[in-house]
Nanobody, 124 residues
Framework: QVQLIESGGGLVQAGGSLRLSCAAS????????MGWFRQAPGKEREFVAA????????YYAESVKERFTISRDNAKNTVYLQMNSLKPEDTAVYYC?????????????????WGQGTQVTVSS
């Protein structure tokens, strides 16, 4: 069982930056693939970024490439999402997710564990 707790959301002006953190419980954190998803009001949850286990390959949605960076610190059981050059369309609740084994990191249903979400609001 893995528990995930996100933090770092807030209100920021367009062009600004935020760093989201996701703290995970459990001693096998490094063996999990980690992902960030987001959900805006009235829309489906969508993939943002993912990182394979033990600091492997990274993946990004086209809409956030070159602006967002996912990273992990296995010693701290934490995964981060650095968000730069934020746009109003990035406004959403951001969720952290974990999967012990995964094929398609962009698919919601591949992940077994989810955090409660943190709100990111970007004003124009």
């Amino acid at each position: 069982q893995v528990q995930l707790i996100e933090s770092g959301g807030g209100l920021v002006q367009a062009g600004g930056s935020l760093r989201l953190s996701c703290a995970a419980s459990g001693r096998t954190f490094s063996s999990y693939a980690m992902g960030w998803f987001r959900q805006a009001p009235g829309k489906e949850r969508e993939f943002v970024a993912a990182l394979r286990r033990r600091g492997g390959s990274t993946y990004y949605a086209e809409s956030v490439k070159e602006r967002f960076t996912i990273s992990r610190d296995n010693a701290k059981n934490t995964v981060y999402l650095q968000m730069n050059s934020l746009k109003p369309e990035d406004t959403a609740v951001y969720y952290c997710a974990a999967a012990p084994s995964i094929v398609d990191v962009t698919t919601v249903y591949e992940y077994d564990y989810w955090g409660q979400g943190t709100q990111v609001t970007v004003s124009s």
